[in-house]
Nanobody, 120 residues
């Protein structure tokens, strides 16, 4: 089992920045971020492998968001810049030892979520 604890959400104006953090209870191969807006399905945001050299982004955030990880702390970060009102959602950290990619089903462990609100 892996416990994931997110932090860093909040309220920001459009064009602003936030950094989310997710601490895992042990080392795990793939860590990622998903988000879910009210009335919508959970969607992929970004993922990163253990080595940190392989990352994957949704087109909607490419160039604005950066995922990174600190393996010494078993922590993954999501730096979000140039935030837009449509980025408003609950952001979930996810992890797996086996999977990779943008599918929700590929991830075995989930955090409880952190709210990100972007005002226009």
């Amino acid at each position: 089992q892996v416990q994931l604890v997110e932090s860093g959400g909040g309220l920001v104006q459009a064009g602003g920045s936030l950094r989310l953090s997710c601490a895992a209870s042990r080392r795990i191969f793939t860590m990622g971020w998903f988000r879910q807006a009210p009335g919508k399905e959970r969607e992929f945001v970004a993922a990163i492998r253990w080595t940190g050299s392989t990352t994957f982004y949704a087109d909607s955030v490419k160039g604005r968001f950066t995922i990174s990880r600190d393996n010494a702390k078993n922590t993954v970060y999501l730096q979000m810049n140039s935030l837009k009102p449509e980025d408003r959602a609950v952001y979930y950290c996810a992890a797996t030892d086996q999977g990779w990619g943008p599918r929700v089903q590929s991830y075995d462990y989930w955090g409880q979520g952190t709210q990100v609100t972007v005002s226009s």
